[in-house]
RNA sequence: GCGGGCGUGGCGGAACCGGUAGACGCGCCGGACUCAAAAUCCGGUUCUGGUGACAGAGUGUCGGUUCGACUCCGACCGCCCGCACCA
């Protein structure tokens, strides 16, 4: 009688096995049917999957099942962003080399991510170190600089003196290295560059096309590229023994203020200011101090603003006799605009800062809509607003915008040395993108440096430029540049003696193209297929987490363009169609007295009548303190293994637990109950599904017309939930669509309970054969597994990973009879139970007549009576 | 500082275009089965009052629009995220 427990242990690789065996999964190019491609971001290949990587590939595998299901030719691919420093890092340590580190760390996860059943094409899995994969992308790099989008310039870095070697902006803590703990120089150093400011335009126009990326993402994007319309002013410099230079170029965006200008001020890396400090040791020393203090974020949030006369006066281009000092300051960036401004203290809080420091004083010219012109005074708080000028000679009286448009017009006319003085200009802030690495374990950038010929790229046919294999570690630099042969060839043009580049890629360039790589992954004379580019791309529904919402959706955009450009992927605009950000997975923490984090898995939570908790450890039983829900991290020990989830549950239960509960987007609470939770769901199902195939006729077997009440209310809910699920998962609403099959299971046991004799009529074992299979195709795309096992037990021989999605006949949901509630002045009192076609005359004459309403209204008069069709009645008295 | 988002039972969350607030799950309470436990099944569970039918209150706070507001508008409070001297 009692059913067996369901074993997802010796189940699942089963199944696992049987899509294996059968290539139910592998992709064809060819294949005729619409294509659809779902892509999950891939990850680094650091040695284990952690929950949230179960989360994410759980989402795309809902997505590609039920998109095969629905007809469609998914490409579902899976892959490797290998290059990068951890595994030099962990060569440097155990002694290693990182290909083989590398290597056996994919061996491992690839192992792990099939255990969670993903319906992965594995036969296109690719590794970004693979020579087979960065020889193109070498090819793609110098495809780049043929075509002018590659630039090699002088820039500054963050250098770390002890391992020699340059630091992102997130290895500097606290202006040390990370590793070393020296403090970081700035450095100029000469650096390969992407030029991705060439798209800036075109890159903030087509954000507005994708209509299937969340707004954030497209926000943070179009304020990362940061563009502005302002106008570039030319200054003249009046004559001075400080230097040759005659005259001075600034950006601002808001010439409607010129006439409340104080001072100019420069960078100090400006050219102008290295003229001046030359002959000026003072100002040598200011610079030095500037560029000691560095770029870190601590040290602009606490920076008070300083600057130096450098003793130059330029002219007032709307006044000749009008002297404006020029300083040198500390707030005033290089990289943006021309590295000079024009202070205006009044409308700008940092020029009011600088001025109040220096007793330069301030001018109001704008005048705030709500404020007095003959009263208003800035002392401490700049007005920064728009308004109408005031004290601005012939600007009187104008808007901030007609006296943008008026200041523009003018200076455009003017001219100072044959030149317009003033010019319209359209700024960004999206700087170029440095793609060098002065590190081992990344894609060669392949050009030959020849004194003669100067920097020559390798020729295609010597492609790849593979790193060597026999490096050493541990010592300061980078290891390419240490070799002693690697770097020494000869040029490929003059033939005379040359080195390699030995900078490497940034891995953002790797991942810049892999989606692309994917539709043609085994090409061997090109990074694409055009025909498989236009054919498969754009990815139809992209996953991943929002920290890449800026950088890595950037560069793959800019790739996409600059491989069209360079005749790569056909017409093909935009990389991601649509883009969803999942949430983090998060847990609780466990602290013991001494203050030792404590793994979930080391402690046991109980739970006191009344709900109160508390935790102990699992040896020794000392009590320990529950602390906050964080993002699982292994500093806080708050870590939920998935194999150890898999091994205990089953993938299938570990893959409903993370679709439920949360929306996707927002992080989701790993709780030991939840699992616990998902497992005995899977044993239910099992169970409901058994009892079903017991009462069920036969497969195959057609519903008849006219069923009796109860087998008709049992096909009303499947195609109900039917509707429902298939509109959730669309939609990505997973939460929402494991609640609707919690809900249909909960309705069929009922239905099943309520079989009294063991008779059961042909109607109802028909209705009873449709809802088991609509169940069971309903929750395979997130419980893969259980469905097979379920769908077996059904009497199929076939897969249920092959079988259609069922058809949902939305005619059976629809009611003959409505249930409508009654209001009285929008407060609920009544139902009304009426026929599907009742008129509104009707409506109201059966909702006045109900004992409810006549009570609720207390024998005041009906004033009129609010009818929404299908939805609702309101009484108003 | 600038930009964006979010505040709903004990908890995670549902609620379509402004139309029954709290679907579904977790937890808790009660019951059945059992010698007992686990597992399973059934019932209850926003708060207050009432044995009960029922009544009143209720979606961060205050106000507005509307026959009707979790939903729209305004102000405020709290939390989260991104950017940050970009002229």
Known sequence: MDVERYNAREVEPRWRELWDRSGTFLTQNGDSRPKYYVLEMFPYPSGRIHMGHVRNYT????????????????????????FGMPAENAAMQ??????????????????????????????????????????????LFLDFLAAGLVDRKRSKVNWDPVDHTVLANEQVIDGRGWRSGAIVEQRELTQWFLKISTFAEELLASLDTLDRWPEKVRLMQANWIGRSEGLLIRFEILPTPRTAATELEVYTTRPDTLFGAKFL??????????????????????????????TSAEAVETGEKKGYDTGLRVRHPFDVEWRLPVYVANFVLMDYGTGAVFGCPAHDQRDLDFANAYGLGNIPVICPPDADPATFKVTE??????????????????????????????????????????????????????????????????????????????????????????????????????????????????????????????????????????????NETAPTSVAAVEHWLPVDQYIGGIEHAILHLLYARFFTRAMQATGHVGAL??????????????????????GDWLYPADVRVETQAGGARSAFRLDGGEEVSIGPIEKMSKSKRN???????????????????????????????????????????????????DELAGLAAPPGTPVPQGLPEGAAAVRKAVHGALIKVEEDIERLRFNRAVAQVHDLANKLSAAVGAIESPEVDAGMRAAFRE???????????????????????????????????PAADRAIVVEDTITLPVQVNGKKRADLVLDRGADTLAIEAAALALEQVQRALEGRPVKKVIIVPQRIVNVVA
């Open 573 to 594: 605009k935009e990389p991601f169609d649509g883009l969803f950000t999942q949430g983090m997975v998060v847990h609780e923490t466990y602290r013991s007295p001494a």
């Open 265 to 294: 001020a420069i960078a100090p890396d400006h050219p102008l200011a290295q003229d001046c400090a030359e002959s000026d040791p003072g100002l040598a020393a200011f610079i030095a101090e500037c560029q000691q203090r560095g």
């Open 639 to 689: 870590t939920v293994d998935p194999d150890e989830i898999i091994l205990a549950y089953g993938a299938d239960t570990a893959r409903w637990f993370v679709l439920s509960d949360s929306p996707p987007e927002r992080d989701v609470i790993w709780t030991e109950e939840g699992v616990q939770g998902s497992a005995k769901f899977v044993q239910r199902l099992w169970r409901l599904v």
């Open 94 to 139: 155990n002694n290693s080399h990182p290909a083989g580190w590398t290597y056996a760390n994919i061996a491992s996860m690839r192992e792990q991510l099939k255990a969670i059943g993903l319906s992965l094409d594995w036969s296109r899995e690719i590794a970004t170190c693979d020579p087979g994969y960065y020889k193109h992308q070498q090819k």
């Open 381 to 522: 708080i700049a007005y920064d607003g728009e308004g109408t000028l005031i004290n601005s000679g012939f600007l009187d009286g104008l808007s901030s915008a007609q006296a943008k448009e008026e200041a523009a017009r003018r200076l455009e006319e003017s001219s100072i040395g044959n030149h317009p003085q003033g010019r319209r200009k359209v700024n960004y802030r999206l700087r170029d993108w440095g793609v060098s690495r002065q590190r081992y374990w990344g894609c060669p950038i392949p050009v030959i440096h020849c004194e003669a010929c100067g920097a020559v790229p390798v020729p295609a046919a010597d492609l790849p430029v593979e790193l060597p294999k026999d490096v050493t570690f541990g010592e300061p630099g980078n290891p390419l540049d240490r070799h002693p042969t690697w770097k020494h060839v000869p040029c490929p043009t003059c033939g005379g003696p040359a080195l390699r580049e030995t900078d490497t890629m940034d891995t953002f360039v790797d991942s810049s193209w892999y989606f692309a790589r994917f539709t043609d992954p085994r």
């Open 771 to 805: 809802a088991a299979e609509v169940l069971v195709l309903m929750f395979a795309p997130m419980m893969p597994h259980l469905a097979e096992e379920c769908w077996a037990r059904l009497g199929h021989s076939t897969l249920a990973a092959n079988a259609p999605w």
């Open 59 to 82: 989402m795309g595998d809902v997505i590609a099942r039920y998109k095969r299901a629905r007809g469609f030719n998914v490409l579902h691919p899976m892959g490797w962003d290998a």
